[in-house]
Antibody
């Protein structure tokens, strides 16, 4: 079964750091681009970051550039999001999504992990 | 990057058709056939319904269709069913090599 499972969310103080993980199974992880998307409580989806299938390049939303770092470990079939300098407006459910090489769209999503930023 | 503009809500009776618009700019929707649509029932993860403007992934009913004209993409649900009641989001690739989502539309089946 194709599956993505996020973990690592939790409560963090403003200015703090957190690393999210997204464990992939049931498919060839190294063949897919991967994304992070977030959703604040009661709000819409917001794209955060994307990493190339081979990890060679990444892009970020302006709101997280310089604070968040996306990475992947093909040996562990895991995607990561290192979040530093967290702010209140980073509070959200964070989803990872799979994107095939041959078309634009995220065809598999995880269930999400919640990040709460509060003192 | 500003969010793509969608109507907050649309509604229709069972069997009717509804269309959701998604308006961007010449830097995103207008320049690329890289618009996708997602369905998100409350409390669940999004599901891909349409990719690259008008293509349906396997398993998505053919009553869902997509199109684009200029800077505006559209999702049409024909033969509306109770199970289609959900939030829907569009997304587009941008000229900055990033992505942007729409503001979201709640579809209500009357």
């Amino acid at each position: 079964e194709v599956q993505l499972v996020e973990s690592g969310g939790g409560l963090v103080q403003p200015g703090g750091s957190l690393r999210l993980s997204c464990a992939a199974s049931g498919f060839t992880f190294s063949s897919y681009f991967m994304h992070w998307v977030r959703q604040a409580p009661g709000k819409g989806l917001v794209w955060v970051s994307r990493i190339h299938a081979d990890g060679s390049s990444a892009t970020y939303a302006d709101s997280v550039k310089g604070r968040f770092t996306i990475s992947r470990d093909s040996a562990k079939n895991t995607l990561y999001l290192q979040m530093d300098g967290l702010r209140g407006d980073d509070e959200a459910v964070y989803y990872c999504g799979r994107a095939p090489r041959n078309y634009y769209g995220m065809d598999v999503w995880g269930q999400g992990t919640t990040v709460t930023v509060s003192s | 990057q500003s969010a793509l503009t969608q109507p907050p809500s649309v509604s229709g009776s069972p069997g009717q058709s509804v269309t959701i618009s998604c308006t961007g700019t010449s830097s995103d929707v207008g320049s690329y056939n890289r618009v996708s649509w997602y369905q998100q029932p409350p409390g669940t993860a999004p599901k891909l319904m349409i990719y690259e403007v008008s293509n349906r992934p396997s398993g998505v009913p053919d009553r869902f269709s997509g199109s684009k004209s200029g800077n505006t993409a559209s999702l049409t649900i024909s033969g509306l069913q109770a199970e289609d009641e959900s939030d829907y989001y569009c997304s587009s690739y941008t000229s900055s090599s990033t992505y942007v989502f729409g503001t979201g539309t709640k579809v209500t089946v009357l």
